[in-house]
């Protein structure tokens, strides 16, 4: 069965402290790799999509990059602006539909 | 900066009514989703719809639920016989092919 798995589930980092969120998958026939961004009581944000393995993408102080299995979304020098549910999911088979892994919610303090 | 946009924001209703909520996916896509997300849960799929019929559904989308595109532009999702656990955030998207999705703002269903 087809696995988007994210970690960890919370993350609390120290405003400039950098660190990486993990998106681990399973799926037959990847499409594309999405990142989202999640306020509360807000829809997803896109950030990023990768296709390939190899691929890297970087927005501000965010960079996305993917492997065979797994994808990374490092997060350099954080904000208290960047407190936020980072959303990993995966389009595999067709574009019928897109997996979403549980979310890494990141809390950055002053 | 085009973008989908849902409507109500919020909607209440009482248990066994219908409801219909309404997304205006981004005009030139082709492909629209709707995806619901329970309080603290995980986003999970609903239906998709390509073509003007349904692509692929869940196992979640039974008979309570239809989805429509009435006109050129509107994607309707019809909750028919609400249940309390029909309550979440319902969000619509839309996509082109091989091109990022966009989610709208979601509409927050609460039933009573």
């Known amino acids: 069965e087809d696995q988007v798995t994210q970690s960890p589930e919370a993350l609390r980092l120290q405003e400039g402290e950098s660190s990486s969120l993990n998106c681990s998958y399973t799926v037959s026939g990847l499409r594309g790799l999405f990142w989202y961004r999640q306020d509360p009581g807000k829809g997803p944000e896109f950030l990023f999509t990768l296709y390939s393995a190899g691929e890297e993408k970087e927005k501000e102080r965010l960079k996305a990059t993917l492997t065979k299995k797994e994808s990374f979304l490092h997060i350099t020098a954080p904000k208290p602006e960047d407190s936020a549910t980072y959303l990993c999911a995966v389009q595999a088979g067709n574009f019928n539909k897109f997996y979403f892994g549980s979310g890494t919610k990141l809390n950055v303090k002053p | 900066e085009p973008e989908v946009t849902q409507t109500p924001s919020h909607q209440v209703t009482q248990m066994g009514q219908e409801v219909i909520l309404r997304c205006v996916p981004i005009?030139?896509?082709?492909?629209f989703y709707w995806y619901r997300q329970i309080l603290g849960q995980k986003v999970e799929f609903l239906v998709s719809f390509y073509n003007n019929e349904i692509s692929e559904k869940s196992e979640i989308f039974d008979d309570q639920f239809s989805v429509e595109r009435p006109d050129g532009s509107n994607f309707t999702l019809k909750i028919r016989s609400t249940k309390l656990e029909d309550s979440a955030m319902y969000f619509c998207a839309s996509t082109m092919t091989e091109i990022e999705a966009f989610f709208g703002q979601g509409t927050r269903l609460t039933v009573v």
């Open positions: 005009s030139n896509h082709l492909y």
